[in-house]
């Protein structure tokens, strides 16, 4: 939404940024033995530079493009990512380590189970909100993403770095 509303881009490769960052977890926690903090911190840290990355090489030299040749290249874009993790980690299926504990937690005597890994993504999601409006509400990029989402031109001229805001949101959509 950060990314549409701002660089008025669909991206559709960021499903496959996020895809690349699961293995980069996965592979962190699983062969190499990292607490599972370290793996999403290495996932995040990935995602951010492969998004800044792809906005870089892909998107930035198509921002007065037709809308055509950026959907072209969206799509392009996902497919590289695509078929690169299907050469570097293969099709076959892998079981991601549970770092959260088994079980579930019973609620009205019982009658009602919600698994903890649901309360755990719960809790991950409102937190993140909460970081990203007070991001955008409170920050002085924050409030430059906002005014690039309005007018891209006005904030310009407002002497705002219209390419850097955009890089910043590819950043954190990643």
């Known amino acids: 939404t950060m990314v549409y509303g701002i660089a008025k881009m669909l991206n559709f490769a ?73 050469l570097l980690w293969s099709s076959n299926p892998k079981v991601f380590p549970s770092v959260v504990p088994n079980g579930n937690l019973p609620l009205f005597g019982g009658k009602l189970t919600i698994p903890y890994v649901t309360l755990v993504t719960i809790l991950a999601c409102v937190v993140i909100m909460l970081a990203l409006v007070w991001f955008t509400g409170k920050t002085k990029m924050g409030k430059a993403m906002r005014a690039c989402s309005e007018d891209k031109g006005a904030a310009q001229l407002m002497g705002i770095n219209v390419n850097g805001t955009i890089s910043l949101t590819f950043a954190i959509g990643s």
């Open 14 to 86: 960021h499903g496959d940024v996020i895809m690349v960052g699961a293995y980069i977890c996965f592979y962190a926690t699983s062969r190499f033995g990292l607490p599972p903090v370290a793996g999403v911190l290495l996932a995040m840290i990935v995602c951010t530079v492969l998004g800044m990355v792809i906005e870089r090489l892909a998107y930035k030299p198509l921002r007065a493009a037709p809308m055509l040749a950026v959907l072209i290249t969206a799509i392009g874009v996902s497919s590289f990512l695509q078929n690169a993790a299907l």
